[in-house]
């Protein structure tokens, strides 16, 4: 039976990396990631993840949709789209009148189209330059 929770496990977070290939880290990282977002969404088949979504915002003007996940059995089901509607619900509830954010997000390549549905603006356009992006990693 498919539920979704404000809660995931940083190893269950790891795991739903893991399956579709993305940069693993520390364990004490991955808890951060998950105890510090602004909202979290996991999806669950009875106890099972096999889905998740989080978003950062710190009230400015600017927030972040990262790691929309969603196991690969499960996909074709509406559960990203379920992900992403919820996020963008949720900030449009948290907003003061006047207020405007704009979410960015990294789409995974060949998933720009999925974003698009929901107003997502592939970069460049005539408004705003690549997304740009590094990885720093400290030596162990």
């Known amino acids: 039976m498919i539920s979704y929770t404000d809660h995931i496990t940083?190893?269950?977070?790891?795991?739903?990396?893991k399956e579709v290939g993305w940069v693993m880290f520390p364990l004490e990282e991955a808890r951060a990631c998950v105890e510090k977002a602004y909202m979290i969404l996991c999806v669950r088949d009875d106890e099972k993840a096999v889905g998740v979504v989080r978003l950062l915002w710190d009230g400015g003007y600017i927030a972040y949709l990262s790691d929309v996940i969603v196991s690969e059995k499960y996909r074709?089901?509406?559960?990203?789209?379920?992900?992403?509607e919820a996020c963008i619900d949720r900030l449009k509830k948290d907003m003061k009148p006047g207020y405007k954010v704009k979410l960015n997000l990294n789409a995974a390549?060949?998933?720009?189209?999925?974003?698009?549905?929901?107003?997502?603006?592939?970069?460049?356009?005539?408004?705003?330059?690549?997304?740009?992006?590094?990885w720093l990693i400290m030596d162990p």
């Open 10 to 17: 940083a190893e269950e977070y790891l795991e739903l990396r």
């Open 76 to 84: 074709g089901r509406g559960i990203g789209r379920k992900l992403v």
């Open 109 to 134: 390549k060949g998933k720009e189209a999925f974003y698009e549905k929901f107003g997502f603006k592939v970069r460049p356009n005539e408004d705003a330059g690549p997304g740009m992006d590094q």
